[in-house]
């Protein structure tokens, strides 16, 4: 009985562990997402530019994560079915044991329509 009950609750233990690592790293990525798209349309506005998208990024991400998930965030113009966007590409840790975990294997990126190409 014994022998049976340390089995089930190692078992347990590791599910539990494993359930809270993938719901941090889906919190983790999500955010960084939401950063991103937020960055991208901050730096699409008329009166904005894309350096500007990407440290609205960066702020948010500092205020939500840390300082470490926000070392890499680039922000850029392009054209998206011959339309202006904006793009801002964030790249950052994946938490794999926690918060840590190697840098550099996430990257997510948010598009806006660029309003200052269009005109009036």
Same mark, same amino acid.
């Given at each position: 009985?014994?022998?049976?009950?340390?089995?089930?609750?190692?078992?347990?233990?590791?599910?539990?562990?494993?359930?809270?690592?993938?719901?941090?790293?889906?919190?983790?990525?999500?955010?960084?997402?939401?950063?991103?798209?937020?960055?991208?349309?901050?730096?699409?506005?008329?009166?904005?530019?894309?350096?500007?998208?990407?440290?609205?990024?960066?702020?948010?991400?500092?205020?939500?994560?840390? &300082?470490?998930? #926000?070392?890499?965030?680039?922000?850029?113009?392009?054209?998206? /079915? *011959? $339309?202006? +966007? =904006?793009?801002? &590409?964030?790249? #950052?840790?994946?938490?794999?044991?926690?918060?840590?975990?190697? /840098? *550099? $294997?996430? +990257? =997510?990126?948010?598009?806006?329509?660029?309003?200052?190409?269009?005109?009036?």
């Amino acid at each position: 009985m014994l022998v049976e009950f340390t089995l089930v609750t190692v078992l347990l233990v590791v599910l539990f562990l494993g359930i809270v690592q993938l719901a941090l790293a889906l919190h983790v990525r999500n955010t960084l997402v939401a950063s991103a798209a937020e960055g991208a349309r901050y730096g699409a506005l008329a009166d904005r530019t894309p350096d500007q998208g990407a440290e609205r990024a960066r702020q948010l991400i500092r205020t939500a994560l840390g &300082e470490r998930f #926000a070392d890499a965030v680039r922000a850029a113009t392009t054209d998206v /079915d *011959g $339309l202006p +966007v =904006v793009v801002v &590409e964030v790249r #950052a840790p994946l938490p794999l044991l926690g918060p840590i975990g190697p /840098d *550099g $294997l996430l +990257v =997510v990126s948010g598009h806006a329509l660029d309003e200052k190409a269009l005109g009036p």
